[in-house]
């Protein structure tokens, strides 16, 4: 059963309180006497019982209402949702470098990391039958999400990207390998890696050229990206009242072992500029070989919120009845 609505349960909690405060009241007694003993062979008849408990039926109707706004659904039919695409990690810079601002969109001028994210989004969903992952690298690389079909997730964590997360540094070596160990269990015949860096590799255990060997064992195609203008570019710094400023640095990237990765792997390196280098990037990936893939999914669905419904319907008009015929009481 899927709940749809699950917070209405925290209704049902204030349904439980109220019913034990309303029992708790009805055990008071209306008149007091001092002895019991006469009353000690007396026991309460089947409708008084009723009476006094009748208040549950409108307690139990209550709480079918809230069952049905829950909106409980019944998976009638499993199913299986083939679609046609290759496997694809994107494998991001993160280092401090990112933050340079030489990317411009429209009139608006903006950090790389910004820009690579929007051209990212932006083929993310354009590529609806590929199963996609994310890493992200800089001292250190690490896995934001496994190979998914699930696009709205997927574009969730690449929203979550920032500068800062782990420490700084450039490990494109470790970046190719994290990206492999998503890639290496895969049964697609075509799997690929876009890296995108703005640096030379100056971090990790792994060497970029060493990496790039190990995708061409797995058959892994690279295509290597170098993010970022030639020349100098604006670096964000703070002054002496922690304001931040723009100075003008060289952020050298390393574009001859991007090249070679590129090479070695079958892919090919694209100078990132502005965004139509990433798309001419997009539009190669899109001739390669197609895969077909079987993901589990629900397709139909049983509404149970009606069921709910009628019995606290019954519920409610057989208390009304039982009031106002035997049970009824005079004033």
């Known amino acids: 059963m899927i709940i749809n609505s699950p917070l209405f349960i925290y209704f049902s909690l204030f349904l439980i309180i109220a019913g034990f405060f309303l029992f708790k009241r009805r055990k008071t007694p209306s008149l007091i006497f001092s002895t019991k003993n006469l009353f000690e062979d007396i026991k309460p008849s089947f409708k008084a019982v009723l009476t006094k408990n009748i208040f549950l039926l409108r307690l139990l109707s209550l709480f079918f209402i809230i069952l049905a706004l829950m ?7 499993e199913t299986k949702i083939t679609t046609k695409g290759i496997d694809i990690v994107l494998a991001i810079d993160v280092s401090g470098s990112m933050l340079a601002k030489d990317f411009k969109v429209g009139q608006k001028t903006i950090d790389r990391l910004t820009a690579v994210k929007k051209v990212v989004e932006e083929f993310i969903k354009k590529r609806a039958n590929d199963r ?3 890493v992200a690298f800089a001292g250190r690389a690490y896995v934001v999400s496994p190979l998914t079909l699930d696009k709205g997730w997927l574009l969730e964590n690449l929203e979550r990207l ?10 494109i070596g470790m970046g ?3 990206s492999l160990n998503r890639l290496k269990d895969s049964p697609s015949k075509s799997k690929v890696i876009i890296l995108l860096s703005d640096g030379r590799n100056n971090a990790g255990e792994i060497s970029p050229l060493l990496a790039s060997e190990m995708a061409h064992s797995l058959g892994v195609r690279i295509y290597t990206i170098g993010a970022g203008s030639k020349g100098l570019a604006p670096y964000p710094f703070k002054d002496f009242f922690g304001n931040i400023v723009y100075k003008p640095i060289k952020i050298e990237i390393d574009e001859e072992t991007l090249k070679k990765i590129a090479q070695d792997t079958g892919g090919l390196y694209f100078r990132a500029e502005d965004f139509e280098s990433l798309r001419r990037t997009y539009q190669e990936i899109d001739r390669m070989e197609k895969t077909p893939f079987k993901e589990k999914g629900y397709a139909e669905y049983k509404e149970l919120f009606p069921n709910f419904l009628k019995v606290a319907f019954i519920l409610l008009l057989g208390e009304l009845i039982l009031r106002n015929t035997f049970l009824r009481t005079l004033p």
């Open 71 to 77: 909106r409980p659904q019944l998976p009638l039919k």
């Open 132 to 134: 996609i992952g994310l």
């Open 176 to 178: 190719i390998v994290a």
């Open 162 to 171: 920032k500068v800062g997360t782990i420490e700084d540094g450039t490990a």
